[in-house]
């Protein structure tokens, strides 16, 4: 069964810095582009980032500069290294995929950023 699981989530003061894991149980995202998004309390789910295959990378424009998405294939995993938190970017992380014809989504984790 194929499972996207994220980690690394917690609680940092504004400023401070965190990095999101996803693990995926397989390869079959090794040649798809993955992607970061995150849904804040009472808003709607927002695209964060994306890497390609070929390691390609493109961010929404409230975190260019300040996150970085990354990919390690050869463990199945990828990255989102979030430096320079605000506390708008409080909201659950989920990471996502596309392959065999359908739709993949981790759990999620929570991500707190305090002033």
């Known amino acids: 069964q194929v499972q996207l699981v994220e980690s690394g989530g917690g609680l940092v003061q504004a400023g401070g810095s965190l990095r999101l894991s996803c693990a995926a149980s397989?390869?079959?995202?090794?040649?798809?582009?993955m992607h970061w998004y995150r849904q804040a309390p009472g808003k709607q789910r927002e695209w964060v980032a994306v890497?390609?295959?070929?390691?390609?990378?493109n961010y929404a424009a409230a975190v260019k500069g300040r996150f970085t998405i990354s990919r390690d294939n050869a463990k199945n995993t990828l990255y989102l290294q979030m430096n320079s938190l605000k506390p708008e970017d409080t909201a659950v992380y989920y990471c996502?995929?596309?392959?065999?014809?359908?739709?993949?989504w981790g759990q999620g984790t929570q991500v707190t950023v305090s002033s």
């Open positions: 996502y995929g596309y392959a065999l014809g359908r739709d993949y």
């Open positions: 397989g390869s079959i995202f090794s040649s798809r582009a």
């Open positions: 890497i390609t295959s070929g390691g390609s990378t």
